[in-house]
């Protein structure tokens, strides 16, 4: 990648999009040398598409009940995300389990951000399910896409402690609160060069990332 160029981001979103918001305000910041060049929703309404518009970056609609099957729509979604020509995939609340082959076709350059301590609590409820388990701590993973559902390495974790006070909607707005430090952070070093997913695992500055 030419290093005076941006690293060309794609987000996909499904929701409200406000992990969107700190990676558009991290680039208008120069935080690093990247711009978000599109944005795709697979859900109509969702109001990450409004902070595209407000923020003039191309957005998308590809809605996934407008398909026959998982392939027409992931077919239909990288489609529209290769016409963009993205240096990195980056899924900010984007609610699809997405299919292998889709998955294969961005190998190393698609990231995922997880609201629980990976490989603790894949899937959904992760807060709740935290509490549940009475854990004295709780946070957010930041990982590489691969066909393991939230099972891919782990680039960066950021780590809370549970309060006697917590429940499961006040545990998800401090857990957010790291999202939108975190991510920006992630996606930096990537466009930065500095962060790549090799054979063995995600490496940053040519190590092997080990969170133990």
Known sequence: MD??????????????????????????????NGEVVGVISNKEGA??????????????????TCFNSRDEFELALSNVIDSYQPDLIVLAGFMRILGS?????????????????LPKYQ?????????DAGD?????SIHFVTEELDGGPIVAQTKID??????EQSLAKRAQQLEYQLYPKVIGWFCE????????????????????
């Open 47 to 64: 109001y990450g598409l409004t902070r595209a518009e407000t923020a003039t970056i191309s957005s998308q609609l590809v809605e996934h």
């Open 123 to 131: 899937g959904l409820h992760t807060h709740q399910r935290a509490l």
């Open 3 to 32: 290093h005076s160029r941006k690293c060309r981001i794609v987000v996909l979103i499904s929701g409200s999009g406000t992990n969107l918001q700190a990676i558009i305000d991290a680039t208008d910041n120069n935080q690093f």
């Open 193 to 212: 060069k500095r962060l790549k997913l090799s054979k063995a695992g995600a490496e940053l500055d040519g190590q092997l990332i080990n969170l133990d």
């Open 136 to 140: 004295k701590e709780h946070g957010i």
């Open 101 to 117: 082959g889709f998955v294969q076709l961005y190998s190393g350059r698609m990231l995922n951000i997880h609201p629980s301590l």
């Open 162 to 167: 549970i309060l006697t006070s917590d429940d």
